[in-house]
């Protein structure tokens, strides 16, 4: 089992920065695969970008490649999203997902994700 805790949502102009943060607990960290997912209102809930158990082989959206960089620190549990230049279709509730232990391939598929964060807002207003 696994838990995950994301931070660092909230409320931006477009062009600005945020960096989100997902707290994993429960299983060697880099025994697996994590990626990020995000659902906007009357959406269904789409890929964004996800990273190896490794950290060195990672896989984007073509919506936010260039502007979003995921990155991942082994020790100490926890994944980023640092997203830059933000625009209001970013707009969104975040979610930090992470595969089976030893699944340490990306997969940009949400089915190949076993556990789910709670979800972080992120609003980018115009």
């Known amino acids: 089992q696994v838990q995950l805790v994301e931070s660092g949502g909230g409320l931006v102009q477009a062009g600005g920065s945020l960096r989100l943060s997902c707290a994993a607990s429960?299983?060697?960290?880099?025994?697996?695969?994590m990626g990020w997912f995000r659902q906007a209102p009357g959406k269904e809930r789409e890929f964004v970008v996800t990273?190896?158990?490794?950290?060195?082989?990672?896989r984007y959206a073509d919506s936010v490649k260039d502007r979003f960089t995921i990155s991942r620190d082994n020790a100490k549990n926890t994944l980023y999203l640092q997203m830059n230049n933000l625009k209001p279709g970013d707009t969104a509730v975040y979610y930090c997902?992470?595969?089976?232990?030893?699944?340490?391939?990306?997969?940009?598929?949400?089915?190949?994700?076993?556990?789910w964060g709670q979800g972080t807002q992120v609003t980018v207003s115009s």
């Open positions: 429960g299983r060697t960290f880099s025994s697996y695969a």
């Open positions: 990273i190896s158990g490794s950290g060195a082989d990672t």
């Open positions: 997902a992470a595969r089976r232990t030893g699944s340490v391939w990306p997969s940009v598929w949400s089915i190949d994700y076993n556990y």
